[in-house]
């Protein structure tokens, strides 16, 4: 089955860390770029990471700029967002999602919160 | 960054009725636009990309249209499995934008 599963998520203290994962199947993963795409409580979509499929080159929104990192293991079919310095404003659901061979998001999870709070 | 602006924010709507939806871009993003179907606590749902092909599965009652800066999706008759929130996200720039959503509720 095509897939993709989050995982990781969970209550942070503001300045921690916390590494989400997202394993996939029934794919070629590494022919993929992918996402993450989060969801704040009640509010709207926020792209946040792309990692092209070989993990060469990889973009990311401004305000995670310097404090996220995405990186993928080919090897294992999956994907990471490593998160350090955690605010409250970074509280949101985290998806992670496949950019099909037009660049549109074709394929989600189904997320794992993550609470920033004291 | 390119911004998105989805209008209305919410709309009210009968079952039967034809719903339009409107996105405008900040800048232009040739064909480079998409629209996602959320119902609460699921992911979102790609319904069109490229402005206007429909993913297969998904149907012809949904249409998109629209070039430049300014995009339109369509239900051409509202039926119960169709209330949810809509949103539109360009995918041609980083960093990618989504709009802020339309909720479709039940008249």
């Known amino acids: 089955e095509v897939q993709l599963v989050e995982s990781g998520g969970g209550l942070v203290q503001p300045g921690g860390s916390l590494m989400l994962s997202c394993a996939a199947s029934g794919f070629s993963f590494s022919a993929f770029f992918m996402t993450w795409v989060r969801q704040t409580p009640g509010k709207g979509l926020q792209w946040v990471a792309d990692i092209k499929g070989d993990g060469r080159e990889n973009y990311y929104v401004d305000s995670v700029k310097g404090r996220f990192t995405i990186s993928r293991d080919n090897t294992k079919n999956s994907l990471y967002l490593q998160m350090n310095s955690l605010s409250v404003e970074d509280t949101a659901v985290y998806y992670c999602?496949?950019?099909?061979?037009?660049?549109?998001?074709?394929?989600w999870g189904r997320g794992t919160l993550v609470t920033v709070s004291s | 960054d390119i911004q998105m602006t989805q209008s209305p924010s919410s709309l009210s709507a009968s079952i039967g009725d034809r719903v339009t939806i409107t996105c405008r871009a900040s800048?232009?993003?040739?064909?480079?636009l998409a629209w996602f179907q959320q119902k609460p606590g699921r992911a979102p749902k790609c319904l069109i990309y490229?402005?206007?092909s429909l993913l297969s599965g998904v149907p012809s009652k949904f249409s998109g249209s629209g070039v430049g800066t300014d995009f339109t999706l369509t239900i051409s008759s509202l039926q119960p499995e169709d209330f949810a929130t809509y949103y539109c996200?360009?995918?041609?720039?980083?960093?990618?934008?989504f709009g802020g959503g339309t909720k479709v509720e039940i008249k």
């Open positions: 800048q232009g993003i040739s064909k480079y």
């Open positions: 996200q360009q995918y041609y720039r980083y960093p990618l934008t």
């Open positions: 999602a496949r950019r099909s061979y037009n660049w549109y998001f074709d394929l």
């Open positions: 490229d402005v206007s």
